[in-house]
């Protein structure tokens, strides 16, 4: 018989829906019962692509002794963290205070009101290896809530203090420029040199921390920021984490040397890195990096991308019930789809061996020396390597397809859309590939139409015609990105009309005006035992941090003082917090380079049809440029919508006799330069190789 997930739509919870586990959603049923029988809660928060997850779910919540004692003693609660990461928060703040660790799947039990007593992650049926076993968990919390409730009450009171935000000290002033130049050598110092990467093993992308260092460059004539950021970017295309034959980032790395990942895909992931490569590509012109972001975009726009234009949030890690069995080869196996001669060169090149480098001797592709070393070793052009390769990739993916695929997580949510909508409208700039631009504005259109209620609320997600929760702090901050974006990329002003409008709602459901800085709940949400304002950058940035660039870039836009001065506060708000470790909130800091300045606001003016305005265009898109913002002002095709939303702009019109680009800093604008060699020259840029 299935339970109350049966009736769901999030794929984590359909999992769940035939457990012998009495499962509730989280909502008003479950938390009444709970109060109205004074039984403890079970809660456990998940995602549909965790493998821990899997393992637990078939060794616990499939069997029957411990559904017995679930359903006997305790209301249990499924949680599917990426359609509540409110809750997801909030729990994993206790996970973290009891234990100082935390991870998925978590599992914490609480009283009726919602207060946390005792938290962990994976548990076993059986305790096994110095970890205790979930039946025992199970008849040791009944005991102690029959035996000592007050007791058991009371922890939770003192964990839900210890979770409340940190009390706001005060005004603040706005970090200073030591702020960035601490973080950047807090990351040199936790820099791995040999493989790239921050810290040891197990090894996560962060490539906020890469853009961050980006900006960096050129500060200081000892500065290696970029050093940093190209090994990075090197060793994890070349390592195990890279999809070799499907294309696509997994997760992290187990190890030190990007060898051997955790296997499942995420959508934020491929979004973050395009650009962190986009952004490389930019500012050194080097084309292994505008080929690494191509192929991320080859992977989302093929295996991740739904008919109606949004993007999937996951590929799974375990297909047969086996992590990463649908990833990896024998060499048997290679050489049954190549032949033994093209075979044994693939098996060579990307370290497929008899003995393998993963479980039960099979191998994870990677490049343990680049092709121009490989190449040659053994005599051969590198061109020539390259096709076969290439050749031998296409012909082992189309092997791969025959097998049993992981578990797709087809859910569509907004922030994470909103990350590939900003990674597909940057690739697009770098590029000049309209395909990107097109899925953009396409997932950009999906979103905006079908994912809003008639007033214009956000939603978080939808999946089979179907759309829920109302949308966090992240969903805004990410949606508005990505429309800014993908306003600089096509200059459709309904891109910056909806970004203004969105940013106007965020300041309005999530702003603290008192305060400053933006909560991760909008003020129309349930009451939870936590109201939290989130800044730190974990996986992904915090809505903290991605709406602080935000309200500068569109102040700089719009000339809204209401926008500069809310980014103000948030930097005011946050400020003391960050300088306490400013390397654990590289997206903020991206912030705070572009307030410290100087910022330009470039606007090209000019007659839409002339092929100088697209050239100009194209230099302006091609250029690594932080600390600006672009804008374009038609003369052919005007239909004044733009004027209304950045005044400034309609001056520079008749100042323009023929396509011009304005440089204006602190809304005064310089000479125009015509010339696109002249344009080149003061971007610092140069035409890509």
């Known amino acids: 018989m299935p339970n109350r997930l049966i009736h769901e739509k999030s794929p984590y919870l359909l999992q769940h829906a035939h457990n012998p586990v009495d499962w509730y959603p989280w909502g008003e049923a479950a938390l009444l019962k709970a109060g109205r029988e004074n039984k403890p809660i079970f809660l456990s928060i998940g995602y549909a692509t965790c493998h821990w997850c899997h393992v637990m779910a078939h060794e616990s919540f499939e069997d029957r002794e411990v559904a017995a004692l679930l359903n006997e003693h305790f209301v249990s609660i499924k949680v599917d963290r990426e359609e509540r990461p409110d809750l997801d928060n909030i729990y994993m703040s206790a996970c973290q205070a009891l234990n100082r660790s935390g991870g998925w799947p978590l599992s914490v039990f609480m009283t009726p009101g919602q207060k946390p007593f005792f938290a962990g992650t994976y548990f076993p049926k059986h305790g096994r290896m110095g970890m205790p076993g979930f039946v025992d968990i199970l008849s040791q919390v009944v005991h102690l809530w029959e035996a000592q409730p007050d007791r058991v009450r009371q922890a939770g009171e003192e964990v839900t203090r210890a979770i409340q935000p940190r009390e706001f000290s005060g005004s603040s002033a706005v970090p200073k420029e030591e702020v960035l130049a601490r973080a950047q050598q807090q990351l040199k110092e936790i820099h791995d040199v040999q493989w790239g990467g921050f810290g040891g093993a197990p090894k996560f992308p962060t490539p906020h921390h890469l853009t961050f260092l980006l900006r960096r460059h050129g500060q200081g004539p000892r500065s290696d920021a970029l050093d940093i950021v190209e090994r990075t970017l090197h060793s994890m295309r070349r390592g195990g984490i890279f999809d070799q034959i499907g294309l696509g980032f997994h997760r992290y790395s187990v190890d030190q040397r990007w060898l051997v990942p955790h296997f499942e895909k995420m959508l934020y992931d491929q979004a973050m890195l395009s650009m962190a490569y986009a952004e490389a590509y930019q500012l050194t012109r ?404």
């Not at 024998?330 to 789809?337: F, G, S, Y």
């Not at 859309?417 to 999906?446: C, H, T, V």
């Not at 323009?656 to 809304?667: D, L, P, Q, S």
Request: with cysteine; charged share 25%.
């Open 286 to 689: 080097n084309e292994f990096y505008a080929r690494v972001f191509r192929e991320i975009f080859e992977y989302v726009l093929g295996d991740m991308t739904d008919p109606r234009g949004g993007f999937h949030s996951a590929e799974d890690a375990d297909s047969e019930g086996q992590e990463g069995k649908f990833y990896v080869w024998t060499p048997d196996e290679v050489l049954a789809a190549l032949g033994k001669e093209d075979g044994d060169l693939f098996c060579r090149f990307y370290g497929i061996t008899p003995g393998g480098n993963f479980e039960e001797g099979s191998s994870i592709p990677h490049i343990p020396k680049p092709a121009s070393v490989f190449s040659e070793m053994i005599g051969m052009r590198v061109h020539e390597l390259e096709g076969i390769l290439e050749s031998g990739r296409q012909k082992l993916l189309a092997a791969r397809e025959q097998r049993i695929h992981p578990l797709k997580d087809d859910k569509i949510l907004t922030s994470w859309n909103g990350l590939m909508i900003a990674a597909l409208a940057k690739g697009f700039q770098a590029s000049g590939n309209s395909a990107y631009l097109d899925a953009a504005a396409r997932a950009a259109d999906f979103v905006l139409t079908v994912l809003r209620d008639d007033s214009g609320r956000l939603y978080r997600r939808y999946r089979l015609g179907e759309v829920a929760q109302r949308a966090y702090l992240d969903d805004h901050a990410f949606l508005v990105w990505g429309l800014i974006e993908l306003y600089e990329a096509s200059f459709d002003v309904r891109y910056l009309e909806e970004a203004v409008n969105l940013t106007r709602q965020t300041l309005d459901l999530f702003g603290d005006e008192r305060e400053g800085g933006f909560f991760f709940t909008g003020k129309d949400a349930e009451s939870l035992i936590v109201r939290d304002k989130p800044i730190y950058d974990g996986a992904i940035p915090s809505g903290n941090a991605a709406a602080l660039l935000n309200l500068l870039r569109l102040g700089r836009m719009t000339g809204n003082t209401d926008f500069d001065q809310a980014a103000e506060g948030c930097l005011r708000r946050f400020g003391p917090l960050v300088e306490e470790y400013p390397s654990g909130y590289t997206q903020f800091l991206i912030g705070l380079d572009f307030a410290l300045g100087p910022t330009r606001e470039m606007v090209v003016v000019g007659d839409s049809r002339e092929a100088q305005t697209g050239e100009m265009i194209r230099t302006l898109h091609r250029a690594f440029r932080p600390r600006s913002v672009l804008m374009f002002r038609a003369t052919d095709n005007d239909d004044g919508r733009l004027t209304k939303i950045a005044p400034f702009v309609e001056p520079l019109r008749s100042l323009a006799g023929k396509t011009a680009v304005f440089a204006c800093e602190n809304y005064a604008c310089r000479t125009p330069v015509t010339d696109v060699r002249d344009l080149e020259a003061s971007l610092g840029s140069r035409p890509p190789t």
